[in-house]
């Protein structure tokens, strides 16, 4: 095979050059042998460090490979099967589907097969969450696709993956790939925290670029989703990394050529239809991307994480291994270098890759554009909003996205937070208003809803475009959940001939009528409880020294009585 480096770097270089991208770390392994190695650019542009192959840079979700592999390691130990439902392992499991949950298998949750969309504002508005809060949420997410029926990219699941290492064997994730993937490939310049990365001597700084600026942006600490994308790396490390899928140091790992097939292996056809006639259409083997270029069977994956954008490929074919890392975020840079740098080593003519996904940037532009217009086209400029703005104001929550806190500034506009996401109200017409987060790039619609009482009591936002849009429902100040609060309501209250009996079931109120009615409510306001499923039906405690009496309603009844015992 005839390689020329010096084309090869320059093609990097008129890359990074035409993106704007600060640093470049590039890989190139052939034949068993680290043909380049190499940092271009500068990893920190303030203090004009240059990049070297050490430097590192985060991977994003070209970490998933290290997971799949973790998995691989359980399987041929003999202490996981691949096709054994999640639940046997860990029995807490639970998706919003029951028979997902019964049925999804270790395999399901590595190729996207679990019918779920992305549902990623769940963890990438609340880093501080652990995997086992993450776990715990996955009930309440709405699927958008039955089990297996089709391709959808989804990172929660590789967290369940990463959960299910620590269930087996009572090592976390990252002591389990440390130990058992990078120790053993002698990848010792990898980590799986940025923390630990800025502890370095040799590491990037993350960049964005807005318009024609390039500015600094901020680490994203993605601790709690590490299995599906925290690892960070420099090029000499991923250099190893590359050679053992190649099959040049399998025995470090793994016991038997079988295991690294099956990584290998496409599971999941991908339906999105090639963007050009040299590519084929995708499969999705366990945390790689099967597809032809130009006649060559490829395997890889990208990587995006705030700042960062990384490509990991190899062609089995012609024992190639290419890895691109690149500290500027969403850049389509690694892809472009990717594939010029296999035109050259394939020996064909290379193709404009540049002007390609440029042309791609640019059609995206437009549609954004469209988007807007057609959004502004669609607004009733005069349809005022039907409450004040401080009716609006106060805490929301949905049991899978967390917590919506909605304040008012003093120029009157709105403040929002999605958890640890901050951002800005606008009304937009009638009771919608744009919410603009700093980290996303286009508002969201957010429609408040009255109950029938005139109370603005929830809010629904699409932050899943292909499922139902997400609701949230005011919640209460916490100390309305204290314990010792509820529990003050609990007893025996007598109305007439009918007895309601009030009981405390975990943060609610239960509420039963022998024969009539059973329902749990949650605070609304201080003695004030509304039904957790209707808003039509709420109840009012007055309390005195003497007693305290309720007073339950709904649309058209009431029933007013006094508690007997205490």
Same mark, same amino acid.
């Given at each position: ?12 270089? #008129? ?13 190139? $392994? ?125 990172? !929660? ?54 318009? #024609? ?16 994308? +925290? ?20 025995? #470090? ?32 083997? !366990?945390?790689? $991307? ?31 291994? !290419? ?129 029938? @009482? ?31 609060? !509820? ?28 024969? #009539? ?18 808003? +039509? ?6 309390? +005195? ?17 006094? @508690?007997?015992?205490?």
């Amino acid at each position: 095979m005839n390689i020329d480096i010096e084309a090869i770097e320059n093609w990097v270089e #008129e890359t990074r050059h035409r993106w704007k991208v600060p640093a470049i770390g590039l890989a190139l $392994v052939i034949n068993g042998k680290e043909e380049l190695l190499r940092g271009f650019g500068q990893r920190d542009l303030d203090l004009a460090l240059p990049a070297t192959e050490s430097t590192l840079f985060a991977i994003g979700s070209c970490t998933k490979a290290f997971t799949a592999t973790a998995l691989a390691l359980l399987v041929e130990r003999g202490l996981m099967q691949w096709n054994v439902p999640v639940k046997e392992y860990i029995p807490s499991f639970e998706l919003y589907d029951r028979d997902a949950s019964a049925k999804i298998t270790p395999v399901d949750l590595l190729i996207h097969s679990s019918g779920l969309p992305r549902h990623d504002l769940v963890w990438y508005s609340a880093p501080q969450l652990s995997r086992k809060d993450l776990l715990s949420r996955l009930r309440y997410l709405e699927p958008s696709k039955d089990l297996r029926s089709a391709w959808q990219y989804q990172n !929660l699941m590789y967290v369940v993956a990463g959960y299910l290492i620590q269930e087996l064997t009572g090592m976390t994730w990252e002591d389990f790939v440390l130990t058992h993937i990078l120790k053993p490939l002698g990848m010792s310049n990898t980590n799986f925290s940025v923390r630990v990365s800025q502890l370095s001597t040799d590491y990037a700084l993350p960049y964005v670029q807005e318009n #024609e600026a390039v500015r600094r942006t901020d680490f994203f600490d993605l601790d709690a989703m590490g299995p599906a994308g +925290s690892i960070n790396s420099c090029v000499r490390d991923m250099a190893k990394w590359l050679l053992f899928h190649l099959g040049y140091s399998t025995h #470090e790992i793994f016991g038997s050529t079988s295991s690294l097939e099956k990584l290998h292996t496409p599971h999941m056809p991908i339906s999105t239809p090639p963007r050009y006639e040299e590519l084929s259409y995708q499969d999705y083997c !366990l945390g790689w $991307v099967s597809q032809t270029y130009r006649g060559r069977r490829l395997l890889y994956h990208g990587g995006n994480i705030d700042g960062f954008s990384a490509l990991t490929s190899f062609c089995p074919e012609l024992s190639i291994g !290419l890895v691109v890392l690149s500290n500027m975020g969403q850049s389509p840079a690694p892809q472009a270098i990717t594939f010029g740098i296999y035109d050259r080593l394939f020996g064909m003519s290379p193709l404009d890759w540049n002007a390609r996904l440029e042309s791609e940037q640019e059609q995206s532009r437009k549609m954004t554009t469209l988007g807007r217009e057609f959004r502004e086209k669609d607004r009733k400029p005069d349809a005022a909003h039907s409450h004040s703005l401080e009716d609006y104001t106060g805490t929301y929550s949905h049991p899978g996205y967390g917590t919506l806190q909605i304040s008012q500034e003093e120029d009157g506009s709105l403040s929002v937070r999605l958890n640890e996401l901050s951002g800005r109200g606008a009304h937009y017409h009638y009771n919608t208003f744009l919410l603009e987060f700093e980290k996303l790039p286009s508002p969201l619609p957010a429609t408040f809803t009255a109950n029938s @009482r005139g109370i603005v009591d929830r809010v629904s936002i699409p932050l899943e475009a292909s499922v139902s849009e997400v609701v949230f429902r005011r919640r209460a100040a916490e100390e309305l959940y204290d314990r010792s609060y !509820l529990q003050s309501f609990v007893g025996d209250y007598i109305a007439e001939s009918k007895t309601v009996t009030v009981t405390l079931d975990r943060d609610a109120l239960r509420l039963v009528i022998p024969g #009539e009615l059973d329902i749990s409510m949650i605070p609304e306001n201080l003695n004030t409880f509304v039904a957790i499923n209707t808003s +039509s039906i709420y109840a009012e405690f007055a309390v +005195s020294e003497e007693t305290t009496r309720l007073i339950l309603a709904g649309p058209e009844w009431a029933i007013e009585a006094q @508690r007997t015992t205490a």
